[in-house]
């Protein structure tokens, strides 16, 4: 791997360790939150892991030690890593299945480091200079490889389905993303983690050692980082993300929303104050707001309308109306008189925009039907 790219990493592994240590001794998580403590020392060992993988340094720890020492170190965090967070998500995101595989981590974890450490002790500690190539050197490098990539793909799907399972028992829409967010690190993972598997099998055959898969991994495992780092964002981060992707999810149902204002504002202008229509920009930011603010304008028309034209007979209309007038805003009166505010607010913002739509529709035919068009026969 490149120098650059793998300081880089290391220095985002060590970011992410760091920026979460201050809460971590703050709230003395050790005693008051055992998972959220867990959880920062898979960070740290992900950092150490990291930080064993940058060639100078892990050259010079061999030089320090033993011969290739700085592998088994490198290994042996990333098993740690894997079991400290797959753990944990199966305890935080608790279900019975869940329940029933988190008693055969640790077993696996101490097969894995045991099995790990014989293959060091016995082989790779004696061959020459560990080279990171994609295709193992000896057969001694591609048993350890096998060792811990096979464990790591396992724990990576493992942790995803953990999450996957839980995810539609979670309504906090916040946590629900971080959630996807985890499931997308590990699943990146574990696709990172087999072709590392097949790599390595590429000391049997030649075929599997092929460039196209090592560019894949390499590939993988930036993503992979990049979605280790994301999933420890601040919720605040989340927030502001999950407002945004609202933002475009109701940005059409907004314009549906507004015909319907703009067209009830014709018959009865606002009276208490004129809130100007929201910039692209603005609106992702506070969509929920700004549909709020058009429901409640179209039901007060709706309500306006509904009192004048239920008016007493031989009774005024209000200055500046005519029977066209009254006949138009019976139109709008009628697309909207089913609407009424209760039940779920969501089901009221589709009710308006089939009503919208609906106006929108009629009068377009109308209109057609003024210029003389008729449908063919």
């Given at each position: 791997m490149n120098a650059a790219v793998e300081i880089s990493l290391c220095i985002l592994a060590w970011l992410v360790a760091l920026i979460r240590l201050p809460s971590v001794l703050e709230s003395n998580a050790w005693r008051s939150d055992r998972i959220a403590f867990r959880i920062w020392i898979a960070t740290f060992f992900f950092a150490l892991t990291m930080t064993f993988l940058v060639t100078p340094i892990g050259d010079a720890i061999n030089r320090l030690t033993a011969p290739n020492f700085s592998r088994l170190l490198a290994y042996c965090s990333v098993a740690f890593t894997l079991y400290l967070t797959t753990s944990s998500s199966m305890a935080t995101f608790s279900t019975p299945k869940n329940a029933r595989q988190l008693r055969y981590l640790k077993p696996y974890l101490l097969f894995t480091l045991g099995l790990l450490t014989v293959i060091y002790v016995f082989f790779v500690s004696h061959t020459s200079r560990w080279v990171e190539e994609p295709t193992p050197a000896t057969a001694a490098e591609m048993a350890f490889k096998l060792t811990l990539f096979s464990y790591a793909t396992i724990l990576c799907i493992l942790m995803a389905l953990a999450c996957y399972r839980y995810l539609e028992q979670e309504m906090v829409a916040v946590t629900k993303y971080r959630i996807i967010a985890i499931i997308l690190t590990a699943s990146g993972g574990a696709a990172f983690f087999f072709t590392k598997t097949i790599l390595a099998l590429g000391y049997l055959w030649t075929p599997l050692g092929s460039p196209s898969i090592h560019t894949m991994s390499k590939a993988l495992m930036t993503a992979t980082a990049m979605l280790w780092a994301g999933?420890?964002?601040?919720?605040?981060?989340?927030?502001?993300a999950l407002s945004i992707f609202r933002g475009f999810r109701y940005w059409l149902a907004y314009q549906d929303l507004s015909y319907l204002v703009k067209s009830l504002d014709r018959y009865c202008p606002p009276v208490a104050f004129i809130e100007e229509k929201p910039s692209f920009g603005g609106f992702m930011r506070r969509s929920e707001y700004y549909l709020y603010r058009a429901t409640i304008r179209i039901f007060d028309g709706k309500a306006f309308i509904g009192d004048i034209l239920n008016?007493?007979?031989?009774?005024?209309?209000?200055?500046?109306?005519?029977?066209?007038?009254?006949?138009e805003a019976n139109q709008i009166f009628q697309a909207l008189k089913n609407i009424y505010a209760v039940g779920d607010f969501w089901d009221i913002v589709r009710s308006f925009r089939i009503a919208s739509r609906n106006l929108a529709r009629s009068r377009s035919f109308g209109a057609q039907e003024a210029y003389g068009w008729r449908p063919q026969s």
């Open positions: 999933s420890f964002l601040h919720n605040n981060v989340y927030t502001r008016r007493e007979k031989g009774k005024e209309l209000p200055k500046g109306w005519t029977d066209l007038t009254l006949e």
